[in-house]
């Protein structure tokens, strides 16, 4: 048995999706342990490409169980349109294999309603960047205590109670910001339907982990966001309302740490966020045009144009560090080809000299600090039909190693393309010796 973490190193958007799908022709069991849906992960299979945002990349492997922790938040009207839009394009039905945690926090009409209300309130230069997806308020719903809890939607009487104290809660926050909040009853009325598609798949998840991880099944903690919107360790207040960090998967399935045996960051080749916040490698010149437009670098949830920047090998550090990583994930080394040169980010420039690690100053005052870079060759070699390292141009070679030294970890798959086959593999986190 062995149990796998697998989590975003940046901001988000690495190709957490391609990576966990991957792994999951070893995994038993694939278990979201936090965030909503607004973190969409892109699956691409044959030619057919597909975005979750709920379900767990391993959904298209028939044979993984997949389940929703109870440290997510949870749209029913989400859920349900996901499972049926993966019924209605041929795949196995879902349900069967699908378990949702019964303390998983709902989103409802009313935290969306806020979630836009307070970003447009913001206006421009102030506003977070959020999704307006509702996430931000279910989770602060979840930490007042009035949070709605999947658990609730099997009895109506008790969900009425729920949502109505919540609206109460609520209320002088929309009337403050200009807006109005749907009734309780009709708020309830609406999530009948849902309640009967979602009941019968909810379950007391971390039983159920806990129990396949005793069974000797390979497990795999799938992560959403990435380690820099964490929102202890990330770049507050621009961060997500979760931990997206490796820790954040015992809390969020219910397992004790020192269940989780290893943990695999995802990095891009370069770097990329959405939204608003600290970006000292961002590039506004025409690499990061490239970047944006042979990645495309656009979100999958909102089709935001993505933010695009240089690899920050002192972030990488960082996010190696809280998470304890044992091995990387590097995506999209293909979007780099037909760049002159490279550039990495190895160091930073502060007002009290040179700092090799990320400085206190980069999460709170970005533009006081500045970027030291070294500048490697770039290649014009397609990658895509390499399967080996030892296929790679020798720039593209001399790149990845140059990254796997500065990181301190080494690099176990490196994706050349967005197909699940366009990749290389040197290290199988779930064998025993790797």
């Not at 091995?327 to 999209?332: E, I, N, P, V």
């Not at 870079?373 to 990658?383: A, H, I, N, S």
């Not at 080494?410 to 986190?429: D, Q």
């Amino acid at each position: 048995m062995s149990s796998v973490v697998v989590v975003g190193a940046q901001w988000g958007d690495e190709g957490k999706g391609k990576i966990v799908d991957l792994y999951t022709e070893f995994a038993d069991v694939v278990v979201r342990y936090a965030g909503g849906p607004n973190a969409g992960h892109t699956l691409v299979v044959g030619d057919e490409k597909l975005i979750v945002r709920l379900l767990p990349s391993g959904i298209l492997r028939a044979a993984t169980r997949c389940v929703l922790g109870q440290g997510m938040v949870v749209d029913p009207s989400v859920l349900v349109a996901e499972i049926d839009g993966l019924i209605q394009r041929g795949h196995t039905p879902v349900e069967g294999r699908l378990s949702v945690s019964d303390r998983a926090h709902l989103i409802l009409p009313y935290h969306i309603v806020l979630d836009t209300l307070r970003e447009d309130a913001a206006g421009l230069g102030r506003a977070l960047g959020t999704t307006k997806k509702g996430i931000g308020p279910a989770y602060e719903d979840k930490a007042r205590r009035t949070g709605v809890r999947t658990g609730d939607l099997r009895d109506p009487r008790r969900l009425l109670e729920r949502v109505e104290t919540a609206l109460k809660a609520w209320a002088p926050v929309a009337t403050a910001l200009g807006g109005r909040l749907p009734g309780a009853h009709a708020i309830v009325d609406g999530l009948a339907p849902l309640a009967e598609r979602i009941v019968p798949l909810l379950a007391n998840t971390s039983v159920l982990v806990a129990q396949a991880m005793a069974g000797g099944k390979n497990v795999m903690f799938e992560g959403a966001q990435g380690t820099l919107l964490d929102v202890d360790h990330g770049t507050y207040p621009f961060v997500t309302s979760s931990s997206a960090t490796a820790g954040g998967a015992a809390v969020g399935c219910g397992v004790g740490p020192n269940k989780l045996d290893r943990v695999v960051g995802i990095t891009k080749a370069y770097t990329t966020r959405v939204g608003a916040g600290p970006f000292p490698t961002e590039l506004t010149d025409s690499d990061g045009a490239h970047l944006r437009e042979i990645g495309a670098e656009f979100g999958s949830v909102t089709g935001r144009p993505r933010r695009t920047g240089w690899v920050d090998l002192p972030a990488l550090r960082y996010a190696a560090r809280i998470n304890g990583l044992d091995g990387l994930a590097l995506t999209k080394l293909d979007v780099l080809t037909g760049l002159d040169r490279v550039r990495v980010c190895v160091a930073y420039d502060t007002p009290s000299g040179r700092s090799d690690e990320l400085p206190d100053l980069w999460f709170d005052e970005p533009d006081s600090v500045t970027p030291v870079y070294e500048t490697l060759d770039g290649w014009t070699e397609k990658l895509t039909q390499a399967r080996a390292l030892e296929e790679l141009p020798p720039a593209a070679r001399a790149y990845v190693a140059f990254l796997e030294q500065g990181i301190g970890v080494p690099v176990y798959v490196l994706s050349v393309g967005a197909r699940r086959s366009e990749t290389i593999v040197m290290t199988n986190p779930f064998a025993p010796n790797g």
